[in-house]
Structures are given as C-alpha cells and as structure tokens.
C-alpha cells in the first residue's frame, strides 16, 4: 500500500511558478511509474505529466514546455516544477502511483494523493 501526500498548491498571478511536491510513504515508488493529474472544476480529471521508473517523462499537450516532471526515489518523491502558469491551469493537481508501465489513463493508476488546489489569476 502505499500513501501519497500532495503539497505545493497556493495563489500565483498569471505567468507565474509553483513547485508541486508529492511525498510517498507506506513502501518505496522506486519501481512505480508515478504521474500528476488535475482536475478543472466541472470537467475530467486529466493527465498532465508522468514519469516511469526508469526516469523517462511525459506530457499532456496543453504542457508546451511550461512545466517539469521529476522524481527523487531516495526521498520517495515526486514534483512538478510549474512556470508560466495560465488561468487556465487553474485545478485540483493530484500525484498518482501505479505498478507498472506509465500510463495516461486515470483508471490505470491505483494509489492517489488527496490533490491540492492550485489558483492561477489573470
């Protein structure tokens, strides 16, 4: 079992950063393929970065280069590094862990943080 604790979240002016920090405990993610989703208030959560255990990342499309992905197996953490942020990026972030191959799909994921509230205004 393992249990991930999200922090980072706040009020940023538009073009702005934040630093997502997503803490695990309850066994290593060393070998977990681990992703950051959001939610937008009324819509689907959605996919917005992910990284396999290998260290190989990914990104949704509407990411253009904006943030950055990385994990920290030693201190079993994962981050998302936020620059230029939009109004649009204005969401719930969650961390999501699963055993195996990344994924983009929300289903695919088995363990999930509590989310944080990011406010990007314009």
Same mark, same amino acid.
């Given at each position: @079992?393992? =249990?991930?604790?999200?922090?980072? $979240? &706040?009020?940023?002016?538009?073009? &702005? /950063? ?5 803490? !695990? /405990? $309850?066994?290593?993610?060393? &070998? +977990? ?5 959001? =939610?937008?208030? &009324? ?5 917005? %970065? $992910?990284?396999?255990?290998? $260290? *190989? #990342? ?14 920290? *197996? !030693? ?5 998302? =590094?936020?620059?230029?942020?939009? /109004? #649009?990026?204005?969401?719930?972030? +969650?961390? %999501? !862990?699963?055993?195996?191959?990344? !994924?983009?799909?929300?289903? @695919? +994921?088995? +363990?999930?943080?509590?989310?944080? =509230?990011?406010?990007?205004? /314009?």
């Amino acid at each position: @079992q393992v =249990q991930l604790v999200e922090s980072g $979240g &706040g009020l940023v002016q538009a073009g &702005g /950063s934040l630093r997502l920090s997503c803490v !695990a /405990s $309850g066994r290593t993610i060393r &070998g +977990y393929s681990l992703a950051w989703f959001r =939610q937008i208030q &009324g819509k689907e959560r959605e996919f917005v %970065a $992910g990284i396999s255990f290998s $260290g *190989n #990342t990914h990104y949704g499309d509407f990411v253009k280069g904006r943030f950055t992905i990385s994990r920290d *197996n !030693a201190k079993n953490m994962l981050s998302l =590094q936020m620059n230029n942020l939009k /109004s #649009t990026d204005t969401a719930v972030y +969650y961390c %999501a !862990a699963r055993d195996g191959v990344w !994924a983009t799909d929300v289903s @695919q +994921y088995e +363990y999930w943080g509590q989310g944080t =509230q990011v406010t990007v205004s /314009s």
